[in-house]
């Protein structure tokens, strides 16, 4: 090891950095390992950041492209170069001065026998397995052929057409496994003593499904394991185990158990301890049965770890932060004890500021013409919540009424209510609840209260709305609901389990009727259906902005800026184009006549008709989406079809997320290969196609979104926070949901561009290939990195503009120690943006000016540009401030 290893990242002042001054998020996969990493080490260091921030490292399935199918918690994944080649990256991060943060997955594991050790003990040895209190099983369910067992969901087709066809072979015990049973890709333990002796001496004769006595013996046989092998299509309504969402092949893992817990978090410490990682991101930490006291336990383990490091590698308090989505009102506990959230908050607050309020009654008024359906965002979430718990969440919805019911039974003034009322009032309350969950099954005593406060407000507006609907009976039932989820009792009572049992289901079912669903059914405008957003919410005023800023600064200063992620529905820079269409709602509705009008005669072609809000909803991810340099894309039909490869996949999964025509487990597929030939059918006719009118409307609008994208850079990279970029996104980001957004960056293109040295005129003037938008991010993260007291905790205030412009204008203070930066930028500007540049003209600034404080003269250098302004009076004029660059990061002389 390198002496050189054991350095710091330094501040100014020699101190060691203790938290992350900016990361940069990494997808590790097969195709892009710890080795490839450490390869754009010195990309990301000259960019700026201090800490690389990667996804899942733990163990996970074979070809994982994301981690979260994690397979084992106490190794690093040998696919991404191991133990070693983490070891090596830190190193090398190390010697550019950069630490690294690691994603964990505390909430779920893969249900995979074949790969998950601790899963298969349990399947081999029930509830006898040192392993079975790690998973959330129901040993006792209401089934009571599944007493004892786990059911297992993967079989293609029905459990005894399964033996019949002969899928399931038994395997005998070799000097490489013993005895099992193959069912394709998966392996299948059986369980001690469960083979019959005749087996061992026969062969797999014995259990040949190929005929009637071949088969009894196998049948027997799979009667006599801990586990049931059953159709996949039972799972929504039949399993006895929690999973993550609805995902059937997650398995939940029960954090609450002190030895589970150790288990899982092990390596992570270990890793921490010895200084190869400075902090962990928490993934869908509401997935877990105590959200809060799992954070406390983290908390306390991280600093005890942290005190045991290498003096050199001192670190006083890990950062850790989770992933967590705050409704509208909702804030983070501080009982928590965490740095704050991983950033959707902030993405939905800084794009909401960037839109313009006066459009949302056009674009609604759009949307309402077009798909036919005037119902507002709330409405389509209440609807897609009950269509879950009817069809998708089935066995948890299902689940939680029996208990509820079992609850009821138990004493004289409630055993009269029955399951039916029961269940009609835990469906009215769960399609009512307005925020991910809450967080009852915290300890009294440990509750900060105003968030326990914040919890019994919530509930009593959520039981208000369910009881509107509900006859006599079904309202005694919300009631007693109530009463058991504010109960303080035991967590392994039955009103304690049950408590758990309903809060675990709120949040996946908000995650899937919120962003699963109801966003791929409402499209007023798609750049506010955003992970974390309302989209009920078109825009934020900045004085709204600037006071959630400012109590950010106060609640939770060191908290992760998102404006990309691995799970956004559409790229940073796709959304801030679109937020034009809030500015020009007119033009846009022109723009999406024409393009109907145009299109009516192919629609006649097709033997199913895309639904009119599908089509327009597609209209709007085309412009989201149009390749910034590419001006005459639809010219070329070879040229367009990235493009509609993209599109395509993301308009098949919208349509299975909808659930309206099909889903992901019964696609219709005659739906979907309409809306495919649709989608091409507007590329015919080259220059003069519809798939051309609606690039030429893109690129009408580009240089408004670009403007946009600056301003959410600039904003992100100085406000109170810690900012984090998501590979590649200092570049132009125009991508798609998932699997889209983890395409892997170009860095030689980029790490060529980061050196260009052209300088800002150059990069304006050639803006649509994405190094103004580099240099930006490359230049921003420099002066945090020689302020960084004044941007890691300096006071926040808004600026007041005065004149012609002043809602173009939005601009804030950061001030520590008599230093003092300003940020600046332009926004709503497509009304006067340069038509060729992604800035308002000079001259049209006029006399507009930005108020900086006491009336004396004072004097201000651009961070950026080095430009050098003075503010007579204590007024900034705008015209000087952003004659070259639609942004600004002034900063005050001595």
């Known amino acids: 090891m390198r002496a050189r290893r054991g350095t710091r990242a330094m501040m100014p002042d020699g101190a060691p950095q203790a938290l992350p001054r900016a990361t940069a998020r990494l997808q590790l996969h097969g195709g892009f390992t710890f080795a490839d990493a450490a390869a754009v080490v010195g990309y990301y260091a000259a960019l700026g950041v201090s800490h690389l921030y990667l996804s899942p490292i733990c163990g996970a399935r074979p070809g994982s492209t994301h981690g979260y199918d994690v397979t084992d918690f106490t190794a690093v994944r040998a696919e991404l170069g191991g133990e070693p080649g983490l070891k090596a990256l830190a190193a090398r991060a190390r010697d550019a001065g950069l630490g690294l943060i690691v994603d964990i997955v505390p909430n779920h594991m893969a249900a995979d026998p074949t790969h998950n050790g601790w899963w298969r003990d349990v399947l081999a040895h029930g509830r006898g397995s040192p392993c079975a209190a790690t998973f959330d099983i129901d040993w006792t369910p209401r089934d009571p052929a599944l007493h004892g067992k786990v059911l297992l969901p993967i079989l293609g087709q029905s459990y005894w057409d399964t033996v019949v066809a002969g899928e399931l072979r038994w395997v005998p015990a070799s000097d490489d496994a013993p005895a099992h049973l193959r069912y ?27 005929h009637a006595d071949g088969r009894g013996r196998l049948h027997a046989l799979l009667e006599r394991q801990h586990y049931r092998l059953a159709w996949w299509r039972t799972a929504a309504a039949a399993q006895n185990w929690r999973r993550f969402f609805e995902i059937s092949d997650l398995v939940g893992v029960r954090e609450e158990d002190e030895r589970v ?53 001192r670190l ?12 509208p009102r909702e804030r983070l506990a501080p009982d928590w004890q965490v ?16 839109h313009d309020g006066d459009g949302e009654a056009p674009l609604e008024a759009l949307w309402a013409t077009v798909s036919g359906d005037a119902r507002g965002f709330p409405e389509h979430v209440e609807a897609a919540r009950r269509q879950l718990l009817e069809r998708h969440l089935v066995t948890e919805f299902e689940g939680a009424a029996a208990c509820l019911r079992d609850c009821a039974e138990q004493e004289p003034g409630t055993r009269d209510l029955t399951r039916a009322a029961l269940r009609r009032a835990l469906a009215a309350l769960m399609a009512a609840v307005p925020v991910y969950r809450s967080y009852f099954d915290a300890r009294p005593a440990e509750r900060d209260a105003a968030a326990a406060h914040a919890d019994d407000a919530m509930l009593e507006q959520a039981m208000l709305a369910a009881r509107a609907g509900l006859a006599p009976d079904e309202a005694v039932a ?33 995650a899937k009727a919120g962003e699963d669903t109801a966003f791929y059914r409402y499209g007023r405008l798609l750049s506010r259906n955003e992970v974390g957003s309302d989209p009920a919410r078109l825009a934020m005023p900045p004085a709204q902005f600037h006071a959630r800023m400012a109590a950010r600064r106060l609640a939770c200063p060191h908290a992760m800026l998102a404006t990309a992620t691995h799970d956004h529905k559409r ?20 723009a999406v006549a024409a393009w109907e009008a145009a299109s009516a005669g192919l629609l006649a072609t097709l033997p199913q008709t895309p639904d009119p809000g599908d089509r327009l909803m597609l209209y709007q991810t085309l412009v989201g989406a149009w390749p910034m340099e590419d001006l005459s894309l639809a010219d070329d039909a070879g040229a367009a079809q990235p493009l509609l490869e993209r599109v395509g996949a993301w308009q098949r999964k919208a349509i299975r997320e909808a659930k309206r025509h099909g889903n992901w487990t019964c696609p219709d597929t005659d739906y979907e290969a309409a809306c495919e030939a649709w989608l091409r059918g507007l590329a015919a006719g080259g220059a003069g196609s519809v798939l051309a009118q609606i690039g030429q409307f893109a690129q009408r609008i580009a240089a408004a979104g670009a403007l946009n994208s600056l301003a959410q850079v600039l904003v992100q990279l100085t406000a109170p926070g810690i900012p984090d970029r998501y590979q ?22 980029l790490q060529a561009r980061l050196s260009c040295s052209a300088g800002w005129a150059h990069w304006l003037a050639h803006w649509r290939d994405g190094r103004i938008k580099q240099q930006l991010v490359r230049q921003v993260l420099a002066v945090r990195r020689a302020h960084a007291a004044l941007f890691a905790d300096g006071q926040y205030s808004m600026l007041a503009a005065q004149g012609t412009l002043v809602p173009q204008v939005l601009a804030f203070a950061r001030s520590a120690d008599g230093r003092q930066a300003i940020t600046v930028v332009t926004r709503l500007a497509a009304a006067r943006v340069d038509p060729a540049l992604p800035r308002i003209p000079q001259s049209a600034w006029g006399d507009t000016t930005l108020n900086v404080g006491a009336p004396q003269p004072s004097r201000w250098t651009d961070a950026l540009t080095g430009h050098v302004i003075d503010a007579p009076m204590g007024r900034l004029r705008l015209r000087e401030v952003l004659g070259g660059l639609p942004v600004a990061l002034l900063l005050r002389e001595p």
């Open 184 to 210: 394709f890709d998966h392996t299948l333990p059986l369980a001690p003593g469960s083979v019959d002796a005749e087996a061992e001496r026969d062969g797999p004769a014995w259990y040949d499904a190929t």
């Open 478 to 510: 919300l009631a007693f609901i109530g009463g058991c989820l504010r109960t303080a009792a035991p967590a392994d009572s039955e009103t304690g389990a049950l408590r758990r049992r309903l809060q675990q289901l709120m949040p996946a079912l908000a």
């Open 339 to 354: 740095h704050g959230t991983t950033g959707y908050d902030f993405m939905d607050e800084v794009a909401a500021v960037l």
């Open 571 to 590: 790229g940073e820079d796709a959304r801030m184009r679109l937020a034009v269409l809030s500015e020009v709602p007119r033009a846009w509705a022109d």
């Open 316 to 327: 006083e308090r890990p950062w850790l932060v989770v992933e967590k989505i705050l409704g």
């Open 261 to 313: 817990f150790d288990a899982v978090h092990a390596l992570v410490l270990r890793l921490l301890r010895e200084g190869w990682i400075d902090g962990v991101r928490v993934d869908h930490v509401d997935g877990l049965a105590d959200p809060a006291g799992y954070c406390r336990r983290l908390r306390a383990e991280l600093d005890r770890h942290a005190a045991a490091r290498p003096p050199t590698l």
């Open 728 to 749: 590649g996104c200092e570049g132009w980001d125009l991508s798609l949901v998932d699997p889209d957004n983890r395409r892997p960056p170009d860095y030689a293109r």
